[in-house]
């Protein structure tokens, strides 16, 4: 309902059977499911048969796991899929982030691919904007001090807004691609 109400998709990462038919009988729009699941043939024909939009995240997989994954999906119904290259570190270093994998996930799989960027500064996001990233996903928090595992690698209000404020200006020097006298 709050979604609804402030105009933004409702997802969720389901991790069995059960979740994704709770998810389902509550509306979920779309489900995200983690690079760990990426082998679990059940599930992934399980969500695909949803006939709902999937983001797949690749961290932990290599290769031929992605497009096991990949052909699973598609050939249970999964029309709408776009892929999220990460690193499984967190923080992840950005010496390792690759980004360059965007452009061979999208050139393979012929859908849009994204970054799940773990790392806290913003450049990795910025790079795989430039790479063609349609998706970011930053993680995000009120606060580092809060309990929890995720919290200290996550960005507080302040750093994610600057982060979607770079991420436009990245958007904005990228252009049209057509060569113009200005």
Do not use: W
Not at 8 to 18: H, K, N, V
Request: proline letters at 5%; one cysteine or more.
């Amino acid at each position: 309902d709050e979604c609804d109400r402030v105009g933004i998709d409702f997802l969720a990462t389901p991790f069995d059977l059960s979740c994704v038919d709770f998810l389902d009988s509550i509306g979920v729009d779309a489900y995200k499911i983690g690079s760990g699941e990426l082998d679990y043939l059940v599930f992934l024909r399980h969500v695909a048969a949803t006939g709902k939009p999937i983001i797949l995240s690749t961290g932990m997989a290599g290769g031929q796991l992605v497009d096991q994954a990949v052909r699973e999906l598609r050939s249970n119904g999964c029309e709408q899929l776009a892929l999220l290259h990460c690193l499984s570190a967190y923080p992840a270093p950005l010496a390792e982030a690759n980004v360059r994998t965007i452009d061979t996930l999208a050139r393979k799989h012929e859908v849009p691919v994204g970054y799940s960027d773990h790392s806290l500064a913003p450049e990795a996001s910025y790079a795989a904007v430039a790479r063609g990233a349609r998706i970011i996903e930053k993680h995000f928090t009120l606060s580092r001090q809060l309990p929890g595992d995720d919290h200290p690698m996550s960005l507080e209000p302040d750093e994610l807004a600057s982060t979607i404020a770079g991420i436009r200006n990245v958007e904005a020097a990228l252009g049209d691609s057509e060569k113009t006298i200005r």
